[in-house]
């Protein structure tokens, strides 16, 4: 499995930005396709953006404007930029790695997360 690690969490006032990362050697060689996903406390996991090997883009309703997804193949790594922040965006984040179109079986793993503050 690619190994995923996610950084980038804090805390910040409402109206603020942040941008989180998530790295995963062998990513873009194995074709992985990648989800975020956020979790509050006392709350269900709620699917966030996805980015596929073909770089579309999707996102939920409720950070849609607000929120860009991105990778640098390069890297190995997307990017979650989060602008606007509120603070119904306090939550536990992290990323899934899927396979793509051609993905291998290593491209199923996920990280622990990083932990998003937003205060009013």
């Known amino acids: 499995q690619v190994h995923v690690v996610e950084s980038g969490g804090g805390s910040v006032q409402a109206g603020g930005s942040l941008r989180l990362s998530c790295t995963a050697p062998?990513?873009?060689?194995?074709?992985?396709?990648m989800d975020w996903y956020r979790q509050a406390a006392g709350k269900q996991r709620e699917w966030v953006s996805s980015?596929?090997?073909?770089?579309?883009?999707s996102y939920a309703d409720s950070v849609k404007g607000r929120f860009t997804i991105s990778k640098d193949k390069a890297k190995d790594t997307v990017y979650l930029q989060m602008n606007i922040l509120k603070p119904e965006d306090t939550a536990m984040y992290s990323c899934?790695?899927?396979?793509?179109?051609?993905?291998?079986?290593?491209?199923?793993?996920w990280g622990q997360g990083t932990q998003v503050t937003v205060s009013s």
């Open positions: 899934e790695t899927k396979p793509g179109v051609g993905g291998t079986s290593m491209c199923y793993s």
């Open positions: 980015i596929s090997t073909d770089g579309s883009t």
């Open positions: 062998g990513f873009t060689s194995n074709r992985c396709g």
